[in-house]
């Protein structure tokens, strides 16, 4: 069964900092472009940040600068690492993968998810 597993979530004061992880299974995807997403009560889902097969990367104006996406193909894994975190960074966080190697930051352009893991910043 291919999936898609994150973990690393949790409660954090304002200005910490939290490693998210995605655990992919089932396949490789080393050739896909891999992305994070996430989404606050009541809003819409967003886009945070996308690496393509070649590690490219794009992130969100709004966490440029403070969050990094990055790949372990060895490990079929991906990792959002957030610092200077803020109460607007709640937000149950999802990890998606493309079938395509390039980077895209709309949503219908993913086709597997994973369940989300939740991320608190207190103030």
């Known amino acids: 069964q291919v999936q898609l597993v994150e973990s690393g979530g949790g409660l954090v004061p304002a200005g910490g900092s939290l490693t998210l992880s995605c655990a992919a299974s089932?396949?490789?995807?080393?050739?896909?472009?891999m992305g994070w997403f996430r989404q606050a009560p009541g809003k819409e889902r967003e886009f945070v940040a996308a690496?393509?097969?070649?590690?490219?990367?794009e992130y969100a104006d709004s966490v440029k600068g403070r969050f990094t996406i990055s790949r372990d193909n060895a490990k079929n894994t991906m990792y959002l690492q957030m610092n200077s975190l803020k109460p607007e960074d709640t937000a149950v966080y999802y990890c998606?993968?493309?079938?395509?190697?390039?980077?895209?930051?709309?949503?219908?352009?993913?086709?597997?998810w994973g369940q989300g893991t939740q991320v608190t910043v207190s103030s």
């Open positions: 998606a993968a493309r079938r395509f190697g390039t980077i895209a930051t709309g949503m219908s352009a993913y086709y597997l």
């Open positions: 089932g396949r490789t995807f080393s050739s896909a472009a």
């Open positions: 690496i393509s097969w070649s590690d490219n990367t």
